[in-house]
């Protein structure tokens, strides 16, 4: 049945409508906008450098030169289509379904969940944190992006409650058949790990179970174009796909996947029993992910290309480590790299100069109106400038470092 969920849709009149759209600080208003706080969201998300930058960023092959493999902008937009539809269908909030799935990816690594995990492994190291691309994602839309405003300035991008919650509560790597919103607006910072807490509205609970389920069939098709599958493995993943889609492998597509289980869900949801599938097409995705991660996600050619990553990631850190050297940072950071490494040296400089609180020898251009982050008397501050810099990075861009740090 359609619009069943439009009661609990987060719209005037619903209990969580002032919560969901709170922000953290004022934003400028046109006389003439039609949008709502949500619409407004989701073109903040769009215009940011950070959404720009995922076209460049792995999904699950690397730094690919085939230009029908899939990047990581591929997957938000599925994300993005997938939680459409079925919050349509279902009568929620399309408008802030699209602002969470189109955000949610934002704060991810490059080189995919490979790089999370040496990223994360920097942080552990020296700062005592942990590192998730899902709070990763939070912190790039509530601190690191800016966007320009009507007089010039850059400010945060200060984005409602409802989205920030649905972004750092998405995470997809969970094996239930049912979600449901939690009722608590908890303060999101408190949040320590990845799927600690349902998302706060049934349309992040869509966007989690889209996350869920918009890879699977692209993963797999990106596997067969690079022919890295054996016969004998596409022989198993017929045996799992031919039940469940009535369709041999040699014409499955990521389409015919997840419609499946888009109707699934549409067909079987309700407020009572929550954003559900059959036990039918809740097995069928684990055997997808139990295929794709023994063949594909295993496959030794990622494992050669983790090194790889890993050497240029940790290349990049070690190199801006070295030149710590408290309010003196920047100086330290010109007179050994400018010249040597322009583009590190230079794009890492202005990546200070825009995050960096004032200090004795600094002071920020007074165009940035957004909240500073770093103090760069402080170690701890400093290393996680790096680590912000770096998860920020494109796969294509901090292979282009690395290059310039070691040609001579």
């Not at 955000?103 to 700062?127: C, N, Q, R, W, Y």
């Not at 295929?291 to 890993?310: P, V």
Request: proline residues 3%; contains cysteine; negative net charge.
């Amino acid at each position: 049945m359609s619009n069943q969920f439009e009661g609990v849709a987060i719209q005037e009149g619903n209990p969580k409508w002032e919560e969901s759209i709170q922000r953290q600080g004022e934003l400028y208003h046109r006389k003439d906008d039609v949008r709502s706080p949500f619409a407004r969201d989701y073109n903040r998300i769009l215009h940011s450098n950070a959404y720009r930058r995922l076209k460049h960023k792995t999904q699950v092959f690397f730094a690919p030169r085939n230009d029908h493999i899939c990047t990581r902008i591929e997957h938000v937009n599925h994300v993005s289509a997938v939680s459409y539809t079925i919050t349509k269908h279902l009568g929620l909030n399309t408008e802030l379904a699209m602002a969470i799935a189109t955000g949610h990816d934002v704060g991810h690594a490059p080189f995919g969940h490979f790089g999370e995990t040496v990223i994360k492994e920097m942080a552990s190291g020296d700062l005592e944190e942990t590192f998730w691309h899902e709070r990763n994602s939070l912190r790039f839309v509530d601190r690191c992006e800016t966007l320009t405003g009507p007089d010039g300035s850059e400010n945060n991008l200060n984005l409602t409650y409802a989205v920030r919650d649905g972004i750092i509560s998405h995470c997809g790597e969970v094996d239930y058949r049912s979600i449901s919103p939690r009722e608590e607006d908890i303060d999101l910072e408190t949040i320590e790990k990845a799927n600690q807490y349902p998302p706060y509205t049934w349309e992040g609970c869509v966007v989690k179970v889209a996350d869920k389920i918009a890879y699977l069939g692209r993963d797999i098709e990106d596997a067969m174009d690079l022919k890295i599958l054996t016969q004998n493995q596409m022989g198993k993943l017929n045996k799992i796909v031919e039940p469940n889609i009535g369709q041999r492998i040699t014409e499955i597509n990521n389409t015919a996947i997840m419609h499946n289980f888009v109707i699934d869900i549409c067909s079987n949801s309700s407020p009572q029993t929550g954003i559900r599938m059959t036990r039918q097409n809740f097995n069928f995705i684990k055997e997808l992910r139990e295929f794709s991660n023994e063949y594909i996600y295993r496959h030794e050619r990622l494992y050669l290309y983790k090194d790889y990553a890993g050497m240029i990631i940790e290349s990049i850190y070690t190199t801006l480590k070295n030149t710590f050297n408290g309010e003196r940072t920047m100086e330290e950071i010109e007179s050994r790299y400018l010249n040597i490494f322009p583009t590190l040296a230079g794009d890492f400089i202005g990546w200070l100069k825009k995050h960096a609180k004032d200090s004795n020898g600094f002071k920020r251009d007074a165009k940035y109106k957004s909240i500073p982050i770093y103090n760069l008397s402080k170690e701890e501050d400093y290393l996680q400038a790096i680590i912000d810099f770096i998860s920020g990075m494109t796969d294509i861009y901090a292979i282009r470092i690395f290059g310039e740090l070691t040609s001579f």
